[in-house]
Protein backbone atom coordinates (compact mmCIF):
# COMPACT_ATOMS: atom_id res chain seq x y z
CA UNK A 1 0.00 0.00 0.00
CA UNK A 2 1.62 3.28 -1.30
CA UNK A 3 1.45 5.79 2.15
CA UNK A 4 1.51 9.43 1.40
CA UNK A 5 3.89 11.65 4.33
CA UNK A 6 3.41 15.42 4.41
CA UNK A 7 6.12 17.33 6.10
CA UNK A 8 6.59 19.92 7.86
CA UNK A 9 3.34 19.08 10.37
CA UNK A 10 3.12 22.68 10.59
CA UNK A 11 4.36 25.37 8.62
CA UNK A 12 4.07 29.03 10.41
CA UNK A 13 4.96 32.07 8.38
CA UNK A 14 4.22 35.99 7.67
CA UNK A 15 1.75 37.48 5.45
CA UNK A 16 3.72 38.12 1.93
CA UNK A 17 6.06 34.99 2.31
CA UNK A 18 6.23 31.80 0.13
CA UNK A 19 4.77 28.41 1.76
CA UNK A 20 6.50 25.11 0.59
CA UNK A 21 4.74 22.05 1.70
CA UNK A 22 5.64 18.38 0.62
CA UNK A 23 4.25 15.37 0.01
CA UNK A 24 6.36 12.19 -0.23
CA UNK A 25 5.17 8.86 -1.65
CA UNK A 26 6.35 5.14 -0.35
CA UNK A 27 6.67 4.20 -4.05
CA UNK A 28 6.73 6.18 -7.20
CA UNK A 29 3.18 7.27 -8.21
CA UNK A 30 2.38 9.92 -11.73
CA UNK A 31 -0.83 11.04 -10.31
CA UNK A 32 -1.43 13.18 -7.27
CA UNK A 33 -3.96 15.99 -5.69
CA UNK A 34 -3.85 18.72 -2.96
CA UNK A 35 -6.72 19.86 -1.06
CA UNK A 36 -7.17 22.88 1.48
CA UNK A 37 -9.35 22.26 4.73
CA UNK A 38 -9.78 25.69 6.08
CA UNK A 39 -11.11 25.85 9.92
CA UNK A 40 -14.34 23.78 10.13
CA UNK A 41 -15.05 24.01 6.72
CA UNK A 42 -15.21 20.55 4.54
CA UNK A 43 -12.16 20.04 2.09
CA UNK A 44 -11.52 21.74 -0.98
CA UNK A 45 -9.66 20.73 -4.53
CA UNK A 46 -6.35 22.81 -5.06
CA UNK A 47 -4.81 20.94 -7.70
CA UNK A 48 -5.09 17.79 -9.32
CA UNK A 49 -2.22 15.47 -11.49
CA UNK A 50 0.43 17.30 -9.73
CA UNK A 51 0.44 20.54 -10.71
CA UNK A 52 -3.47 21.36 -12.21
CA UNK A 53 -5.05 24.07 -10.47
CA UNK A 54 -9.21 23.14 -9.97
CA UNK A 55 -11.54 25.88 -11.06
CA UNK A 56 -11.51 29.24 -9.17
CA UNK A 57 -8.45 28.58 -7.30
CA UNK A 58 -6.24 31.37 -7.63
CA UNK A 59 -2.34 31.46 -9.24
CA UNK A 60 -0.53 32.25 -6.09
CA UNK A 61 -1.42 28.02 -5.29
CA UNK A 62 1.27 25.71 -7.50
CA UNK A 63 1.85 22.30 -7.57
CA UNK A 64 4.98 20.73 -8.96
CA UNK A 65 6.84 17.24 -8.56
CA UNK A 66 6.91 13.55 -9.90
CA UNK A 67 7.82 10.10 -8.85
CA UNK A 68 7.90 10.15 -5.11
CA UNK A 69 8.17 13.43 -3.93
CA UNK A 70 5.51 16.56 -4.92
CA UNK A 71 5.37 20.39 -3.66
CA UNK A 72 2.55 22.54 -2.88
CA UNK A 73 3.58 26.32 -3.48
CA UNK A 74 2.00 28.84 -2.33
CA UNK A 75 4.02 32.03 -3.68
CA UNK A 76 2.62 35.23 -1.61
CA UNK A 77 0.80 33.76 1.67
CA UNK A 78 -2.60 35.72 2.78
CA UNK A 79 -4.63 35.38 6.19
CA UNK A 80 -7.12 33.39 4.61
CA UNK A 81 -4.62 30.76 4.07
CA UNK A 82 -4.89 29.72 7.36
CA UNK A 83 -5.65 25.58 6.99
CA UNK A 84 -4.63 22.33 6.88
CA UNK A 85 -3.58 21.07 3.16
CA UNK A 86 -3.99 17.45 2.41
CA UNK A 87 -2.08 15.34 -0.49
CA UNK A 88 -4.12 12.42 -1.95
CA UNK A 89 -3.20 9.81 -4.46
CA UNK A 90 -5.74 6.97 -5.80
CA UNK A 91 -4.37 3.47 -6.65
CA UNK A 92 -5.11 1.13 -8.95
CA UNK A 93 -4.15 -1.86 -7.29
CA UNK A 94 -6.05 -2.82 -5.35
CA UNK A 95 -8.26 -0.05 -5.59
CA UNK A 96 -7.77 2.95 -2.94
CA UNK A 97 -7.70 6.27 -1.95
CA UNK A 98 -5.05 7.62 0.29
CA UNK A 99 -4.32 10.72 2.05
CA UNK A 100 -1.31 12.24 3.54
CA UNK A 101 -1.62 13.10 7.57
CA UNK A 102 -1.50 16.95 6.31
CA UNK A 103 0.43 19.97 7.07
CA UNK A 104 -0.96 22.83 8.74
CA UNK A 105 0.17 26.30 8.05
CA UNK A 106 -0.47 29.25 9.92
CA UNK A 107 -0.08 33.26 9.71
CA UNK A 108 2.66 34.73 12.41
CA UNK B 1 -25.04 23.87 -9.10
CA UNK B 2 -23.55 20.80 -7.85
CA UNK B 3 -24.92 20.59 -4.12
CA UNK B 4 -24.56 17.59 -1.53
CA UNK B 5 -25.93 17.10 1.56
CA UNK B 6 -25.34 14.56 4.27
CA UNK B 7 -28.15 13.61 6.65
CA UNK B 8 -28.41 11.26 9.62
CA UNK B 9 -28.60 10.38 12.95
CA UNK B 10 -25.83 12.79 15.01
CA UNK B 11 -25.36 9.96 17.80
CA UNK B 12 -25.10 6.52 17.68
CA UNK B 13 -24.72 3.83 20.40
CA UNK B 14 -22.11 0.95 20.68
CA UNK B 15 -22.36 -1.92 18.70
CA UNK B 16 -25.02 -0.49 16.78
CA UNK B 17 -25.03 0.55 12.91
CA UNK B 18 -24.40 4.22 11.68
CA UNK B 19 -26.63 5.16 8.45
CA UNK B 20 -26.32 8.41 5.99
CA UNK B 21 -27.66 9.38 3.32
CA UNK B 22 -26.00 12.18 0.46
CA UNK B 23 -28.40 13.82 -1.32
CA UNK B 24 -27.26 14.96 -4.32
CA UNK B 25 -28.74 17.78 -6.33
CA UNK B 26 -27.75 19.65 -9.65
CA UNK B 27 -25.94 16.42 -11.51
CA UNK B 28 -27.49 13.09 -12.33
CA UNK B 29 -26.57 10.21 -9.70
CA UNK B 30 -26.27 7.73 -12.92
CA UNK B 31 -23.82 9.39 -14.96
CA UNK B 32 -20.86 7.43 -15.78
CA UNK B 33 -18.40 10.18 -16.03
CA UNK B 34 -18.57 9.72 -11.84
CA UNK B 35 -18.04 7.63 -8.57
CA UNK B 36 -19.41 9.01 -5.56
CA UNK B 37 -17.38 8.33 -2.00
CA UNK B 38 -17.72 8.68 1.20
CA UNK B 39 -14.85 10.07 3.49
CA UNK B 40 -14.55 10.77 7.55
CA UNK B 41 -12.14 13.08 9.80
CA UNK B 42 -12.14 11.98 13.49
CA UNK B 43 -11.45 14.86 15.80
CA UNK B 44 -8.53 16.41 15.61
CA UNK B 45 -7.51 13.71 12.92
CA UNK B 46 -6.49 13.74 9.07
CA UNK B 47 -9.12 12.35 6.17
CA UNK B 48 -10.09 8.77 5.64
CA UNK B 49 -11.59 7.63 3.23
CA UNK B 50 -14.25 4.92 3.53
CA UNK B 51 -15.43 4.11 0.48
CA UNK B 52 -16.28 4.89 -3.08
CA UNK B 53 -19.33 3.40 -5.64
CA UNK B 54 -20.23 4.18 -8.97
CA UNK B 55 -24.00 4.32 -10.90
CA UNK B 56 -24.05 0.82 -11.58
CA UNK B 57 -22.87 0.07 -7.90
CA UNK B 58 -19.21 -0.92 -8.41
CA UNK B 59 -17.89 -0.33 -5.06
CA UNK B 60 -14.24 -0.41 -3.64
CA UNK B 61 -13.64 -0.35 0.27
CA UNK B 62 -11.07 0.82 2.81
CA UNK B 63 -9.82 -2.79 4.25
CA UNK B 64 -8.96 -1.19 7.63
CA UNK B 65 -12.98 -1.27 8.48
CA UNK B 66 -13.24 -5.23 8.15
CA UNK B 67 -15.52 -5.10 5.90
CA UNK B 68 -18.38 -3.13 8.03
CA UNK B 69 -18.96 -0.73 5.59
CA UNK B 70 -21.69 -1.09 2.73
CA UNK B 71 -22.45 1.83 0.40
CA UNK B 72 -25.07 1.92 -2.05
CA UNK B 73 -26.67 4.09 -4.90
CA UNK B 74 -30.82 4.97 -5.04
CA UNK B 75 -31.10 7.20 -8.32
CA UNK B 76 -34.43 7.21 -8.04
CA UNK B 77 -34.34 9.46 -5.07
CA UNK B 78 -31.13 10.79 -6.18
CA UNK B 79 -28.74 9.99 -3.43
CA UNK B 80 -26.49 7.21 -1.98
CA UNK B 81 -25.84 5.72 1.11
CA UNK B 82 -23.14 4.21 3.87
CA UNK B 83 -24.02 1.98 6.55
CA UNK B 84 -21.05 1.41 9.30
CA UNK B 85 -22.14 -1.50 11.33
CA UNK B 86 -20.50 -2.74 15.09
CA UNK B 87 -19.53 1.00 15.41
CA UNK B 88 -17.32 1.96 18.32
CA UNK B 89 -15.96 5.40 19.70
CA UNK B 90 -13.58 5.15 17.11
CA UNK B 91 -16.03 5.93 14.62
CA UNK B 92 -16.66 9.02 16.22
CA UNK B 93 -16.10 11.48 12.73
CA UNK B 94 -17.43 14.48 10.55
CA UNK B 95 -18.40 12.23 7.91
CA UNK B 96 -18.12 13.72 4.73
CA UNK B 97 -19.39 12.72 0.75
CA UNK B 98 -18.11 13.40 -2.13
CA UNK B 99 -18.19 13.25 -6.20
CA UNK B 100 -15.16 11.73 -7.53
CA UNK B 101 -13.78 13.23 -10.71
CA UNK B 102 -11.17 12.87 -13.00
CA UNK B 103 -9.15 9.96 -15.02
CA UNK B 104 -10.80 6.75 -13.27
CA UNK B 105 -12.19 8.88 -10.74
CA UNK B 106 -8.59 9.65 -9.04
CA UNK B 107 -10.02 12.68 -6.91
CA UNK B 108 -12.29 14.08 -4.65
CA UNK B 109 -13.90 17.00 -6.61
CA UNK B 110 -16.95 18.28 -4.63
CA UNK B 111 -17.62 17.86 -0.80
CA UNK B 112 -20.69 18.24 1.21
CA UNK B 113 -20.18 20.03 4.66
CA UNK B 114 -20.09 17.09 6.53
CA UNK B 115 -22.12 15.74 9.43
CA UNK B 116 -21.15 15.00 13.02
CA UNK B 117 -21.25 11.47 13.93
CA UNK B 118 -21.03 10.37 17.71
CA UNK B 119 -20.76 7.13 19.22
CA UNK B 120 -21.94 6.84 22.54
CA UNK B 121 -24.21 5.38 24.91
Known amino acids: DIVLTQSPATLSLSPGERATLSCRAS?????LAWYEQKPGQAPRLLIYDASTRATGVPGRFSGSGSGTDFTLTISSLEPGDVAVYYCQHRSIRPPAWTFGQGTKVEIK | QLQLQESGPGLVKPSETLSLTCNVSGASITSSSYFWGWIRQSPGKGLEWIGSINYSGTTYYNPSLNSRATISVDSSKKQFSLRLTSVTAADTAVYYC?????????????WGQGTQVTVSS
Open chain 1, 27 to 31: QRVTH
Open chain 2, 98 to 110: ARLFGEISRYFGF
